[in-house]
């Protein structure tokens, strides 16, 4: 019965979602739907690094867009350079305090300026995420700027949605976004190469 009374209420709703790739939008966009709200997609993600896989996610994203028929929005920003230099001092707490933050603030904008009535992100349904800080940088934009924050604990769906990701023949990233979770997410690989390498490091070779 209170189930009823959430799908009614949210029944409408104009609803702006950002999207950090199609894999993890699969459960959010099902679970939105099955409750009778219809998101549009939001692309903006200036953190994901190397250019080519920006490019591998942003392509697979536009093309789940296409397949399941729901709207989206494109903003284009690949940013290493920018990224580097505002997370350099920081590099441990930079999702807190600035990737969750320069992603969501643009997504709020967007949604202001084009009469939505709230917005969520897909970065909800990742347990690798830090849940907790997510959403209050949410919570506090939506303070802000008026803009209701559509609070979902996605993370029940993340194993489902991303088994239908891989069934489906999506990309499927190997890590976060940044150079930053890329080093993190090879860390042992990278360790077990170095001290199972045979080339001499920074034997000072001339002309190099
Ligand atoms: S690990 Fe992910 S959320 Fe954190 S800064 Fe890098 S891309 Fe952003």
Redesign the pocket.
């Known amino acids: 019965m209170a189930k009823l009374i959430i799908r009614c209420y949210n029944v409408g709703m104009k609803l702006l979602m950002h999207t950090c790739c199609a894999p993890c939008s699969v459960y959010c966009i099902d679970s939105l739907r099955a409750e009778g709200v219809e998101p549009t997609v939001f692309w903006y ?1 200036p ?2 690094h190397p250019y080519m896989e920006y490019k591998a996610r942003r392509d697979c994203l536009k093309d789940y867009c296409k397949k399941i028929e729901v709207e989206s929005i494109f903003i284009e920003e690949y940013g290493l350079d920018e ?1 580097c230099r505002n ?1 350099v001092s920081d590099i441990p707490g ?3 305090n ?3 933050k320069k ?1 969501l603030t643009e997504c709020v904008r967007y949604a202001a300026k084009n009469g939505y009535d709230a917005f969520t992100t897909t ?1 909800l349904v990742s347990p690798y ?2 849940h907790e800080e997510l959403v209050k940088a949410c919570e506090e934009l939506s303070a802000l700027s008026g803009i209701e924050f559509l609070y979902r604990d996605f993370r029940v769906g993340f194993r489902d949605g991303q088994a239908k990701a891989r069934e489906m023949g999506m990309y499927m990233q190997k ?4 150079i ?2 890329e080093e ?1 997410r090879y860390k042992k690989q990278i360790e077990k190469d170095l001290k199972n390498s045979d080339v001499v490091v920074g034997c000072g070779v001339s002309g190099f």
Do not use: D, H, T
Request: hydrophobic residues 25%.
């Open positions: 993600n953190n994901i990224f997370v930079r999702c807190v600035y990737c969750y992603r970065l995420q830090k890590y976060c976004g940044c930053f979770s993190e």
